[in-house]
């Protein structure tokens, strides 16, 4: 398997060669081009872990996994402009930020690390997806990528919006952003306060913030 990223980091498209029997399971919706003998099959990725994807976070119940027959090649990219990062999955599971999952391969797992405030706040729903197993992944991010590597016992605060993924194994939790008044005009609402030891991936912009703006541009009837 080849692979690389063409058009980064504002409009990146990931372009995989495929050698015969090798494959690669992607989010529904991101296939822009396919050549030569490939064959799909749309499935659940494990009934039961689909269903808690459905019910957790709105994600798809279905997958989508391109096996080539022969020489082959896949195009993917995902719904929003940014950046696409590539991370390997060993012994340690990732955690992902449900938005951010593209598409991965090799014997990888998809399920639901966490869910939480659902509905509570209009703009802090937090789901988090856990790839677990052997393989790598391919994440998607509103702007570019940033990679911070966090030693056992250093903590940041993360923005629940700029967070993209990180390695399991550290320490978190998630709260408000300040006192009540910086909470409820400080912008910026639910963070994460994350503690080392772990690698962590965020995203130069937040969508949810420039939905805002846009709002108020757009006519409403």
């Known amino acids: 398997m080849e692979w690389r990223v063409d058009k980064s980091p504002s409009f990146s498209i990931l372009k995989i060669r495929l050698g015969p029997g090798e494959s690669v399971t992607a989010e529904p919706g991101a296939m822009v081009l396919m050549r030569g003998p490939l064959e799909i099959k749309t499935h659940t990725g494990g009934v039961g872990r689909a269903i808690l994807r459905a019910l957790a976070g709105g994600e798809s119940v279905w997958l989508n996994t391109f096996t080539a027959r022969g020489d082959a090649e896949l195009w993917l990219a995902p719904p929003i402009p940014g950046d696409i990062a590539y991370v390997e999955i060993g012994g340690t599971p990732l955690i992902v930020q449900d938005t951010s999952y593209l598409a991965h391969h090799g014997d990888i797992k998809v399920g639901i690390a966490w869910r939480?405030?659902?509905?509570?706040?209009?703009?802090g729903q937090l789901v988090w997806l856990k790839l677990e197993g052997?393989?790598?992944a391919w994440l998607n991010s509103y702007g570019g990528v940033e990679v911070l590597e966090l030693k056992a016992g250093e903590r940041v605060i993360v923005d629940n919006f700029h967070f993209i993924a990180m390695t399991e194994g550290a320490k978190w939790r998630?709260?408000?952003?300040?006192?009540?008044?910086?909470?409820?005009?400080?912008?910026?609402?639910i963070v994460i306060e994350i503690e080392g030891p772990t690698k962590l991936y965020l995203q130069t912009r937040s969508l949810q913030p420039f939905a805002a703006v846009l709002s108020r541009f757009i006519r409403r009837k």
């Not at 939480?116 to 703009?123: M, P, Q, S, T, Y």
């Not at 998630?174 to 409820?184: A, C, E, P, T």
Request: proline share 0%; glycine share 34%; charged share 20%.
């Open 116 to 123: 939480g405030f659902r509905g509570l706040l209009a703009e």
């Open 134 to 136: 052997v393989g790598g």
């Open 174 to 189: 998630v709260r408000k952003f300040g006192g009540l008044k910086s909470f409820l005009l400080g912008g910026e609402g």
